[in-house]
T-cell receptor, first 114, second 113 residues
Framework: AQSVTQLDSQVPVFEEAPVELRCNYSSSVSVYLFWYVQYPNQGLQLLLKYLSGSTLVESINGFEAEFNKSQTSFHLRKPSVHISDTAEYFC????????????FGSGTRLLVRP | NAGVTQTPKFRVLKTGQSMTLLCAQDMNHEYMYWYRQDPGMGLRLIHYSVGEGTTAKGEVPDGYNVSRLKKQNFLLGLESAAPSQTSVYFCASSYSVGNTEAFFGQGTRLTVV
């Protein structure tokens, strides 16, 4: 079975502080990995993705995530957060077998305080 | 481009009533998904489709049916609504597996009383 675990349901942080949102997955086959962001009362938007190649991937707004195969993790980081980063963040995987299901974790609410 | 459009945006149903949620995409995407979002549980996959005329079960398919008669539309049906189906429902579509992002609709807030 495939699962995605986001260990923190909520992460409060002060503005300009660094943050890490944790994501672990379990799968017996190779996976594609994603981070999506959801702002209040909106649908989800893709933040970044890992398909292959360099294990460090970056988004246009300063977030980055590193694929660690040995630890089956894909943690999301940002060195300095802004108030506007307040949102819910979802880690997701697609198994590279015949199922092609896009499966999400339970989400982490990032709350940036001034 | 409208992207992914869900109708309706809000609905209140009585227990036992039926309804259909419509998802329409204008991006010629092959893959379409229906999720429900509940507090503390993230998005759970109900059903999905990898192309016109095909459907498959996700993580929580019970109580729901789907159809993909046209490539651009993916319908989610509730035959006999239950209070446990109170949720926010999201539809998503993607061009192919993995190497393109999934685009999401704005959601449908369904309350079953």
């Amino acid at each position: 079975a495939q699962s995605v675990t986001q260990l923190d349901s909520q992460v409060p942080v002060f503005e300009e502080a660094p943050v890490e949102l944790r994501c672990n997955y379990s799968s017996s086959v190779s996976v594609y990995l994603f981070w999506y962001v959801q702002y209040p009362n909106q649908g989800l938007q893709l933040l970044l993705k890992y398909l292959s190649g360099s294990t460090l991937v970056e988004s246009i707004n300063g977030f980055e995530a590193e694929f660690n195969k040995s630890q089956t993790s894909f943690h999301l980081r940002k060195p300095s957060v802004h108030i506007s980063d307040t949102a819910e963040y979802f880690c997701a995987v697609i198994r590279m077998d015949s199922s092609y299901k896009l499966i999400f974790g339970s989400g982490t609410r990032l709350l940036v305080r001034p | 481009n409208a992207g992914v459009t869900q109708t309706p945006k809000f609905r209140v149903l009585k227990t036992g009533q039926s309804m259909t949620l419509l998802c329409a995409q204008d991006m010629n995407h092959e893959y379409m998904y229906w999720y429900r979002q509940d507090p503390g549980m993230g998005l759970r996959l109900i059903h999905y489709s990898v192309g016109e005329g095909t459907t498959a079960k996700g993580e929580v398919p019970d109580g729901y049916n789907v159809s993909r008669l046209k490539k651009q539309n993916f319908l989610l049906g509730l035959e006999s609504a239950a209070p446990s189906q109170t949720s926010v429902y999201f539809c998503a579509s993607s061009y192919s597996v993995g190497n393109t992002e999934a685009f999401f609709g704005q959601g449908t807030r369904l309350t079953v009383v």
